[in-house]
Nanobody, 121 residues
């Protein structure tokens, strides 16, 4: 079981940037695929980006070219750099660890508590 804790959320104006971090408890984090999901009020949780132990990534079409996922296995930390933020990016952002390389929430068994991102126009 991996314990995950997100940080870095906040309120920004459209066009601004935020960097989310996710600290993981497992010393074997490198064996997990790590992902970011988000959930806006009244909407289903959606995948944002996932990264394998190397540099392979998958991004949702809605964030391609604006968001960058990265990881530091030595620090057991996952990151999400978010640039050119839009009001529609407003959501609770969650990090997740799993063993399938995709953006399907049901395939991930380890979740953090989330960090809120609010983008105003």
């Amino acid at each position: 079981q991996v314990q995950l804790a997100e940080s870095g959320g906040g309120s920004v104006q459209a066009g601004g940037s935020l960097r989310l971090s996710c600290a993981a408890s497992a010393y074997t984090l490198g064996s997990y695929y790590m992902a970011w999901f988000r959930q806006a009020p009244g909407k289903e949780r959606e995948g944002v980006a996932v990264i394998d132990s190397g540099r392979s990534t998958i991004y949702a079409d809605s964030v391609k070219g604006r968001f960058t996922i990265s990881r530091d296995n030595a620090k057991n930390t996952l990151y999400l750099q978010m640039n050119s933020l839009k009001p529609e990016d407003t959501a609770m952002y969650y990090c997740a660890a799993g063993h399938i390389f995709n953006l399907v929430a049901g395939d991930y068994g380890n979740w953090g508590q989330g960090t809120q991102v609010t983008v105003s126009s």
